[in-house]
């Protein structure tokens, strides 16, 4: 009887596996998806090594060799909007078919709790699936992971997101390019950036950096986590946050799996959960900036757009008996991370909309989401090429110190007014001293004009720099002038 050696069925063994490996999509390419027009599409999974994978779309195929992992990625070229397309993926003996795609805007909606946050009990956003149109989701499982994960939890459906923001901002996009527009939801409420930062990132950051040394080395926070995960569906809403609250682990189950689709870019409403300290807010200015450029290096793109959602108003819960002034310009408040969000604006391809004239002076979840989604829509076609096109409120451009007065001059000011025919409200001023007084201000154009009695001299002015100033300038959009402070002194603390 012949023997046969371990080594040669080891040897049997791994032949066997290594071309029995399936043909697969990356998890994001499902039936109902939406593909990104007028952009080269970037498609992958995985096949046999050695295999040859066709890609097929709208009769245009594009052939590629799979390496030697079996992994494979095309770049296919660009595709009007319309649909239902049919879409196949094929090797020699595989082959994969759907049948209703559709091409039109894509866009990752992401951030924590007022990105996730629901419309049913919001009546002017709920009234809009009446007249919802060509828009489909693809909402992705919240969970954790230590290592970078290929593969997620969610499927593409026909219809809206569940997500307020999201949904008033596609269904807005929709109605004003009439494409389909597909939003690729992941969201998770009270996570910090630091959660959906790559690890890659501690060579730029050293606090992030720090960040991560201290958690690689905390065995036990990972068998903490580990038996939170183990519960599934069962763990407890504190234990849940505090998953969402550790470093890198929401990018590596949320975001790293639809890396590096296709789609016009990023909307991203957080920061709740980094504006804890004024070390926290500043540190914000750093971080997000350079979050954004990696986002870009992972995407191989500088087109690759980012939009931002300033925080509204915010005092605090009212139970908190240290809130800020919700008026006085020089109290620790969300007035210095807003000023910390604008910081990305240094960066081609980005936009921030002000949402100061909205929010709620006690509630951190504010329902007026409408105006939020419509703002990001407007702000979302502009990026398309329309550079003409007023989608913020007025500006800063100039300022001029006389010897009593402070003139202010404002971009996209063209009908700078009042909402209510009164005095703009929420103009501070100092001078050397640095204490506050509220100025007079005036309206000339396209600038304000700015006075006080209290105040011979002034030498520096502050705008809705507070925890929820009353503000009610606007240009003739309706849209609310953004917060500034020409001063650089630092936090009272």
Same mark, same amino acid.
């Given at each position: 009887?012949?023997?046969?050696?371990?080594?040669?069925?080891?040897?049997?063994? !791994?032949?066997?596996?290594?071309?029995?490996?399936?043909?697969?999509?990356?998890?994001? !390419?499902?039936?109902?998806?939406?593909?990104?027009?007028?952009?080269?599409?970037?498609?992958?999974?995985?096949?046999?090594?050695?295999?040859?994978?066709?890609?097929?779309?709208?009769?245009?195929?594009?052939?590629?060799?799979?390496?030697?992992?079996?992994?494979?990625?095309?770049?296919?070229?660009?595709?009007?909007?319309?649909?239902?397309?049919?879409?196949? %993926?094929?090797?020699?003996?595989?082959?994969?078919?759907?049948?209703?795609?559709?091409?039109?805007?894509?866009?990752?909606?992401?951030?924590?709790?007022?990105?996730?946050?629901?419309?049913?009990?919001?009546?002017?956003?709920?009234?809009?699936?009446?007249?919802?149109?060509?828009?489909?989701?693809?909402?992705?499982?919240?969970?954790?992971?230590?290592?970078?994960? #290929?593969?997620?939890?969610?499927?593409?459906?026909?219809?809206?997101?569940?997500?307020?923001?999201?949904?008033?901002?596609?269904?807005?996009?929709?109605?004003?390019?009439?494409?389909?527009?597909?939003?690729?939801?992941?969201?998770?409420?009270?996570?910090?950036?630091?959660?959906?930062?790559?690890?890659?990132?501690?060579?730029?950051?050293?606090?992030?950096?720090?960040?991560?040394?201290?958690?690689?080395?905390?065995?036990?926070?990972?068998?903490?986590?580990?038996?939170?995960?183990?519960?599934?569906?069962?763990?407890?809403?504190? #234990?849940?946050?505090?998953?969402?609250?550790?470093?890198?682990?929401?990018?590596?189950?949320?975001?790293?799996?639809?890396?590096?689709?296709?789609?016009?870019?990023?909307?991203?409403?957080?920061?709740?959960?980094?504006?804890?300290?004024?070390?926290?807010?500043?540190?914000?200015?750093?971080?997000?900036?350079?979050?954004?450029?990696?986002?870009?290096?992972?995407?191989?793109?500088?087109?690759?757009?980012?939009?931002?959602?300033?925080?509204?108003?915010?005092?605090?819960?009212? #139970?908190?008996?240290?809130?800020?002034?919700?008026?006085?310009?020089?109290?620790?408040?969300?007035?210095? !991370?807003?000023?910390?969000?604008?910081?990305?604006?240094?960066?081609?391809?980005?936009?921030?909309?002000?949402?100061?004239?909205?929010?709620?002076?006690?509630?951190?979840?504010?329902?007026?989401?409408?105006?939020?989604?419509?703002?990001?829509?407007?702000?979302?076609?502009?990026?398309?090429?329309?550079?003409?096109?007023?989608?913020?409120?007025?500006?800063?451009?100039?300022?001029?110190?006389?010897?009593?007065?402070?003139?202010?001059?404002?971009?996209?000011?063209?009908?700078?007014?009042?909402?209510?025919?009164?005095?703009?409200?929420?103009?501070?001023?100092?001078?050397?001293?640095?204490?506050?007084?509220?100025?007079?201000?005036?309206?000339?154009?396209?600038?304000?004009?700015?006075?006080?009695?209290? %105040?011979?001299?002034?030498?520096?002015?502050?705008?809705?720099?507070?925890?929820?100033?009353?503000?009610?300038?606007?240009?003739?959009?309706?849209?609310?002038?953004?917060?500034?402070?020409?001063?650089?002194?630092?936090?009272?603390?």
């Amino acid at each position: 009887m012949r023997t046969i050696s371990l080594c040669s069925i080891l040897f049997v063994l !791994f032949v066997t596996s290594f071309y029995a490996q399936e043909l697969k999509l990356a998890s994001p !390419f499902q039936e109902h998806m939406v593909l990104q027009q007028n952009m080269p599409l970037s498609i992958w999974g995985e096949a046999k090594p050695g295999a040859i994978v066709t890609v097929l779309i709208n009769d245009t195929s594009v052939n590629v060799e799979t390496n030697l992992n079996g992994e494979w990625q095309v770049k296919f070229p660009s595709q009007k909007a319309g649909g239902p397309y049919s879409f196949e %993926v094929m090797s020699n003996t595989e082959s994969i078919h759907f049948k209703d795609v559709m091409v039109g805007e894509v866009w990752i909606c992401s951030g924590q709790s007022n990105m996730q946050m629901g419309y049913n009990n919001i009546p002017n956003i709920k009234a809009l699936e009446k007249l919802a149109g060509n828009i489909r989701t693809l909402e992705i499982q919240r969970t954790v992971s230590f290592e970078e994960q #290929e593969y997620l939890n969610g499927e593409w459906q026909i219809g809206n997101p569940s997500s307020a923001v999201a949904f008033s901002f596609a269904h807005y996009l929709q109605k004003s390019l009439d494409v389909p527009v597909g939003i690729i939801l992941t969201s998770w409420g009270s996570s910090s950036i630091e959660g959906w930062m790559p690890r890659a990132m501690t060579k730029q950051l050293p606090h992030f950096k720090t960040m991560m040394n201290v958690f690689d080395a905390d065995s036990i926070k990972h068998k903490r986590i580990d038996e939170i995960l183990a519960k599934g569906k069962e763990r407890t809403t504190k #234990e849940d946050i505090y998953l969402r609250t550790q470093p890198n682990i929401i990018f590596n189950s949320m975001l790293n799996p639809i890396i590096p689709i296709s789609c016009r870019g990023l909307v991203w409403y957080q920061g709740e959960a980094n504006a804890k300290s004024i070390e926290a807010m500043q540190q914000y200015g750093v971080t997000l900036p350079l979050w954004v450029k990696y986002l870009r290096k992972l995407w191989n793109s500088k087109e690759f757009q980012f939009l931002g959602v300033s925080l509204p108003g915010f005092v605090g819960k009212k #139970e908190n008996k240290n809130n800020p002034s919700a008026e006085h310009p020089n109290e620790p408040s969300w007035a210095w !991370f807003r000023e910390s969000q604008y910081k990305i604006l240094e960066l081609p391809n980005t936009g921030i909309i002000t949402t100061i004239d909205l929010g709620e002076a006690h509630d951190i979840h504010p329902k007026d989401k409408l105006p939020i989604g419509k703002r990001l829509a407007h702000m979302a076609i502009k990026t398309m090429g329309d550079k003409e096109m007023v989608v913020e409120g007025p500006s800063v451009s100039d300022i001029a110190i006389s010897r009593k007065s402070i003139t202010i001059s404002y971009k996209d000011a063209k009908g700078l007014k009042t909402t209510d025919g009164n005095s703009p409200l929420a103009f501070w001023l100092t001078d050397d001293s640095k204490n506050w007084h509220p100025a007079e201000s005036k309206i000339k154009g396209e600038k304000i004009v700015l006075t006080s009695s209290q %105040v011979k001299h002034p030498l520096y002015f502050r705008y809705a720099f507070s925890a929820k100033p009353k503000v009610n300038l606007i240009n003739e959009l309706g849209l609310p002038a953004r917060p500034f402070r020409s001063d650089n002194f630092k936090v009272v603390p």
